[in-house]
């Protein structure tokens, strides 16, 4: 069975791969899992447990195959069928979920009323109210909640993220990122995760809601919310039930377009260079696993992307970085951020359903 790994951009990414290092941290920390059907919950796993100082203590989730799992693999004893049996019997600092990700606001506002930080898998729900519940929850209480999009420990991405930050391209203009593969019963995913990725309710939309949130997430990163959003999403392939297989979504900015674009349909490796980015000053593309630096009157650069370093190379590292050091979380997987990319993703399943540009900031 192969894990649901592929973060949908040309490059490597690092996502899975163990941490290398053992941090010392000023306490201990219980951390529990809520929900594992989430086929991403397998490589965060192998971040948690490489961490020191923190215990896996618990673990819940209605499906005996995938709690026989973690505690074959993990040795956690703990194990609950729901999360709130989990939250009721357990004294935890952190929740690790991944759910369904219309449980994910559930999740969320549980442990808000606990005092238990969050980090979720993306996208941040299935809905835009959802998203807005979670940020409440998180901001009332004083947790932290950062959402895990696997784009933000990729070398090429930090690379990438760095440049633009930078000024290397002068003002973005245009961003687009097309996030594929050939399905997620295709590929090998879980069974349990390809349910409810198939099902509108529990994902929010299909191919729409699980791969443009790559794209959208970026845009929300480097340009902030959009003025208009307008979306196209249908079945062009798939001769067996989903929400849609297909989609573009189409963001504009004042001075900026952003694309997102999102298959389960690819049946092989991307054609073009992914990401691309231009600006008034030059552009930037990712191929492979360099970063293509092009500029005015000069030869294009090939950067080879370094390494991520600590705390930047995971999302339990981060998490944990954030909560010692009191730092904000910043970037990709801030909540922030995350729910602007909410916002994009909700424009462009309405617009798809609906023929009608959405203006934003949505009802």
């Known amino acids: 069975m192969l894990e649901y790994t592929d973060d949908g951009i040309a490059a490597v990414s690092n996502l899975g791969a163990p941490t290398h290092g053992r941090h010392h941290l000023s306490r201990t920390y219980r ?11 397998w490589g965060e796993l192998r971040h948690w447990a490489a961490l020191e100082s923190v215990v896996l203590a618990a673990a819940a989730d209605v499906n005996q195959d995938l709690r ?23 004294e935890l600092d952190i929740v690790q ?30 809905t835009l109210d959802q998203a807005r519940r979670m940020v409440a929850a998180a901001t009332a209480a004083g947790t932290r909640l ?29 961003f687009k990122q097309r996030s ?29 809601m699980d791969y443009c949130g790559y794209s959208a997430d970026m845009c929300a990163r480097f340009l902030g919310r959009p003025d ?9 392939a798939k001769d067996y039930p989903v929400p849609d297989d297909s989609a573009i979504i189409l963001m504009r900015y004042p001075g900026a377009f952003g694309v ?22 030059g552009s930037l593309a990712i191929q492979g696993s360099d ?6 009157g000069e030869e294009t650069r090939v950067i080879a992307a370094p390494p991520p370093q600590a705390p930047r190379r995971n999302a339990p590292e981060y998490l944990l970085h954030c909560i010692e050091t009191g730092e904000a979380i910043e970037g990709l997987c801030s909540m922030e951020v995350s729910l602007v990319a909410q916002e994009i993703l909700e424009a462009g399943k309405r617009a798809a359903d609906t023929g009608v540009t959405q203006r934003l900031p949505l009802d």
Not at 68 to 86: K, N, P, W
Not at 190 to 203: A, G, R, S, T
Not at 228 to 236: H, Q
Request: with cysteine.
């Open 291 to 296: 970063v293509l630096l092009q500029k005015p």
């Open 68 to 90: 026989d799992r973690i505690a074959a693999e993990y040795g956690v004893q703990a194990l609950y069928s729901s999360v709130e049996e989990m939250l009721a019997h357990e």
């Open 228 to 236: 208009e959003v307008t979306g196209f999403r249908a079945v062009l």
């Open 260 to 281: 997102a674009e999102a298959s389960w349909t690819q049946t092989v490796d991307y054609a073009t260079a992914n990401p691309v980015v231009y600006g008034l000053e």
């Open 146 to 174: 950062l959402i895990n999009w696997p784009t933000a420990w990729n070398p090429a991405i930090q690379e990438m993220e760095r440049l633009i930050l930078s000024g290397a391209i002068g003002r973005v203009t245009y």
């Open 97 to 126: 979920a991944a759910s369904e990700n219309s449980a994910c606001a559930d999740i969320v506002e549980a442990c808000a009323r606990r005092n238990i930080h969050v980090v979720s898998e993306k996208p941040m729900s299935a």
């Open 31 to 41: 951390v529990g899992i809520a929900s594992m059907v989430h086929d991403h919950i």
């Open 180 to 208: 594929a593969h050939n399905g997620p019963k295709e590929i090998g995913c879980d069974p349990h995760f390809v349910e409810w990725l198939y099902d509108e309710e529990k994902n929010g939309a299909g191919a729409l």
